[in-house]
């Protein structure tokens, strides 16, 4: 069984920093691209940020300058470094991730909110 555990959301001021992990357990074979998504209520989930196992990262350009994606390969875990927060950025969180046989996890969500 596979597990994703998300960490480091909170509320935060516009202009604050945030950094969130998420963390792979269990029988994954191999974690192929590791990213994150969010979502606010009534919204469709939209991809964020993320990154191959080779290091090819993709960010979506309303976070571009703002939003680092990173992994660390031997822990299986994919990191989200937010910085300039804005108010809009308040949704919540889910990691993903899709390992090399194509199957796809996600993580429970982690709510972040700026305040204005």
């Known amino acids: 069984q596979v597990r994703l555990v998300e960490s480091g959301g909170g509320l935060v001021q516009a202009g604050g920093s945030l950094r969130l992990s998420c963390a792979a357990s269990g029988s994954i074979f191999r974690p192929s691209v590791m990213g994150w998504y969010r979502q606010a209520p009534g919204k469709q989930r939209e991809l964020v940020a993320s990154i191959t196992s080779g290091g090819y990262t993709n960010v979506v350009d309303s976070v571009k300058g703002r939003f680092v994606i990173s992994r660390d390969n031997a822990k299986n875990t994919v990191y989200l470094q937010m910085v300039s927060l804005k108010p809009e950025d308040t949704d919540v969180y889910y990691c993903?991730?899709?390992?090399?046989?194509?199957?796809?996890?996600w993580g429970k969500g982690t709510l972040v909110t700026v305040s204005s």
């Open positions: 993903k991730v899709t390992d090399a046989r194509a199957a796809v996890y």
